[in-house]
């Protein structure tokens, strides 16, 4: 008889349902029609219903499923009671039917930090750029990102009335990453992907330091290292704070699982421990291959004005 699973893929399992449940809530706010958009810090800076409630059901689910884990989600909200059918109880069987990496298997629920954003790339979602949109989970252990879901809520959303809707990513070091196809950008070709709304001059000289073929501005953090790891892009440079522990735990899981590499632009590890501050004060860089390519031409000026 098979031992049971683990704690770690029991989360997983949960978190892979929860970020499907989320998905749907992004969705379902844009079919009624009424957005409830609130500037958090600035006009870039939003949050919509869809960020609240989906927030609302992720940590609720997971608090009332591992009451003992840290959950950080990105939206600052009161604490009130949760509507049940914001609650998901399911865990998507195919996980739980996987091995887990036998560094993890010992993990209690209580050494796990779950990173949340609820829905990454809100601008994006206000102005109907409905692909940059993803629901991110990312799960941390001693510091580290170990494992992580992406649900894209429009995945499909321009391929006519007949698609479905939407689909899920998800990732556990040392096991593989899941739910997309890997691709490679040809070789030899720089495409950098990058800040859609918080472009300034570090960013600029430092994409332009990359000497690219092509610039892709896109919204979200998880949109963009989806392009990285289905051939869109060779590069993620964000040369500027403003990027969240939460944006990238889920991303990065993926990334690294499949053989990427995603630091800081000094080149630094992100750290994931609860108490670390939340923001990525010295920007991201990120490559599927040929990280240190990317990494030798960060201008020096860029390095200075960004301090961990």
């Known amino acids: 008889m098979a031992s049971s699973p683990t704690v770690l893929m029991r989360l997983v399992a949960s978190a892979y349902s929860i970020a499907q449940k989320a998905g749907t809530i992004v969705r379902r706010v844009i079919a009624e029609g009424d957005l409830g958009i609130v500037e958090k810090t600035c006009a870039t800076d939003l949050q919509t219903k869809a960020d609240r409630l989906a927030q609302m059901s992720i940590c609720s689910s997971l608090a009332r499923k591992f009451p003992k884990l840290t959950i950080i989600g990105e939206e600052d909200l009161p604490f009130e009671e949760v509507d049940q059918e914001l609650i998901e109880d399911g865990q998507w069987e195919e996980i ?32 109907g750029l409905l692909d940059n949109v ?20 429009y995945y499909n959303y321009q391929a006519g009335p007949d698609a479905v809707l939407g689909r899920t990513i998800w990732g556990v070091l040392g096991l593989g990453a899941f739910g997309f196809q890997l691709k490679e950008v040809p070789a030899g070709k720089h495409i950098i992907t990058t ?114």
Not at 104 to 120: G, Q, T
Not at 137 to 142: P, T, V
């Open 195 to 308: 800040t859609r709304s918080h472009n300034n001059k570090l960013v600029t000289d430092c994409v332009t330091a990359m000497n690219p073929d092509d610039v892709l501005r896109v919204g979200g953090a998880g949109n963009k290292i989806i392009q990285l790891i289905e051939g869109k892009a060779s590069a993620y440079v964000f040369a500027s704070p403003g990027c969240k522990k939460w944006d990238t735990c889920a991303p990065e899981v993926i990334l690294h699982a499949v053989g990427g590499k995603l630091t800081d632009i000094h080149g630094n590890a992100l750290q994931y421990n609860k108490e670390v501050k939340h923001m990525n004060s010295a920007g991201v860089l990120a490559t599927l291959r040929n990280y240190d390519y990317y990494a030798s031409r960060v201008p020096e000026s860029v390095k200075n004005a960004l301090v961990p």
């Open 96 to 127: 739980l039917q996987q091995p887990c990496p036998s560094q993890y298997s010992a993990i209690k629920e209580e050494d796990l930090v779950v990173w949340v954003d609820p829905l990454d790339g809100t601008k994006e979602y206000t102005e």
């Open 134 to 153: 993803t629901v991110l989970i990312g799960i941390a252990y001693e510091g580290k990102a170990i494992a992580g879901v992406i649900n894209q809520p």
